[in-house]
């Protein structure tokens, strides 16, 4: 069975700290995707990012990067320098054969 | 351009009323989803169309009736919904059907409250 556990419920920061959301998966598949998604409060879910199992290169956008690590099951996320406008939750996210399987999600809130 | 989008952005509803949710896609994507999503947790599959067909029923009750009148657009039929049905309802699409190792992409999604 596959599994995405988010440890981290809520985190707090000030702006412009450099923040990581943990993400740690289960699967028994040899290939899988993992991907990331942020929902403001706005509501609408924002692609962030999908790898697959036979990439773990690192991967760094603006002041997004991920760290993928198959060796301990885990997909990290890193906000380098956060802003207020990164305050939302985050859901790190399995695809499996036939649906997605969702982390629980971890609210981050960027303080001025 | 890959946008989803959904109408309304919100909606409120009696117990014996009937109302629809739209969605629409143009990015030529084969697959369709409907999610709800409760406060303070992930989004939960209710339905997947694929190539216009109904692929995956996650055991919705039939008071929710999908309807995909085209490859663009999704519909969600509302009857009877109880108060507990308040949510938000995200529809959502991908380019390949029949697996979610293809990104979905959402929309905004409709806040629905039962009264």
Redesign the interface.
Known sequence: AQKVTQAQTEISVVEKEDVTLDCVYETRDT???L?W?KQPP??????LI?R?SFDEQNEISGRYSWNFQKSTSSFNFTITASQVVDSAVY?CVS??????I????TRLAVHP | DTEVTQTPKHLVMGMTNKKSLKCEQHMGHRAMYWYKQKAKKPPELMFVYSYEKLSINESVPSRFSPECPNSSLLNLHLHALQPEDSALYLCASSQAAGTSTDTQYFGPGTRLTVL
């Open positions: 290939t899988y995707y991907f998604y706005s509501g609408e879910l924002v692609f999908r697959n859901f695809g499996g054969y036939n649906k997605l969702f982390g629980a999600g």
